[in-house]
């Protein structure tokens, strides 16, 4: 028979368990951000959602050159001003012209890259403050108030993760068949689950306050 002294703690851990996860035994890691940092931040990721569904229905539709351009816009380094060029009005052409530029100075991935990601954040940073105000939205773009520098570097690091494999989902994508076959979209998923494995990684790594 156990004791009543034995059963409390059994009913404490029970309890504890069935109710939800209390911020303090949360293991991911705090990151503090200013109010209006994180609202951009969380309507950023919010994005995200709207671009994993874009391509999802893109991909379903069998419409590959589309899903291509909605990673290659959406997904890649640097995205927020890709995005912004495009609202803008901004030509594919040239919005692929500076995307070279960027690319000629360093940034991006893979083997390539000759800055590190702190480097590359503190460059992104600066082309965001020179941009024309009002040009992009929310995150305090051109205005000099990326979230960026608020990041600890692992952050940094698996938001570049994501970015990669945004780039892999879009040569994957180019390289298939039009139309693409059962191979192709074998292949596109398993990139796309890449992209999702990133978002994952870091939801459960890190939170926001
Ligand atoms: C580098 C880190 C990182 C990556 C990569 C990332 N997220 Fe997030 N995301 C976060 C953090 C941190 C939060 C806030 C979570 C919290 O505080 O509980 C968040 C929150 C969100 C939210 C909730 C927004 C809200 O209004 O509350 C959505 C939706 C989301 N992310 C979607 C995505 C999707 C989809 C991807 C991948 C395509 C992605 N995220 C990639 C870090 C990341």
């Known amino acids: 028979m156990p004791t009543t002294a034995s059963l409390v703690p059994t009913l404490a851990l029970g309890l504890a368990l069935a109710m939800p996860a209390m911020a303090e035994d949360d293991p991911r890691t705090l990151v503090d951000l ?3 940092i994180r609202d951009g931040f969380l309507a950023e990721m919010r994005g995200h959602m709207d ?3 874009d391509l999802v229905t893109a991909i379903a539709e069998g419409d590959f050159a589309d899903a ?7 997904l890649d380094f640097g995205h927020r001003m890709w995005e912004a060029m495009a609202d803008a009005g901004m030509p594919p052409e040239q919005i692929a012209a500076m995307k070279a ?7 991006g ?11 590359q954040q503190r460059t992104h940073d600066q082309m965001m403050r020179r941009m024309e105000p009002g040009m992009g939205r929310g995150m ?8 960026g520098r608020y990041m ?12 990669e494999a945004g780039q892999r989902l879009t040569a994957t994508l180019k ?4 139309p693409p076959s059962a191979d192709d979209f074998r292949t596109v998923l398993g990139s796309l689950a890449e992209v999702t494995l990133a978002c994952r990684g870091c939801h459960s790594a890190f939170r926001v306050r």
Not at 109 to 119: N, V, Y
Not at 140 to 147: A, I, K
């Open 51 to 53: 671009t994993l569904d």
């Open 152 to 163: 600890p570097p692992e952050f940094r690091r698996m938001g570049f993760a994501m970015h």
């Open 175 to 178: 390289a298939a068949a039009t």
């Open 140 to 147: 305090g773009m051109g205005r000099g108030m990326g979230f």
């Open 68 to 74: 291509a351009r909605i990673a290659d816009l959406r």
């Open 34 to 36: 200013p109010p209006d």
């Open 101 to 107: 530029r960027m690319k000629a100075m360093g940034m």
């Open 109 to 119: 991935s893979g083997r390539g890259m000759r800055m590190t990601p702190e480097q």
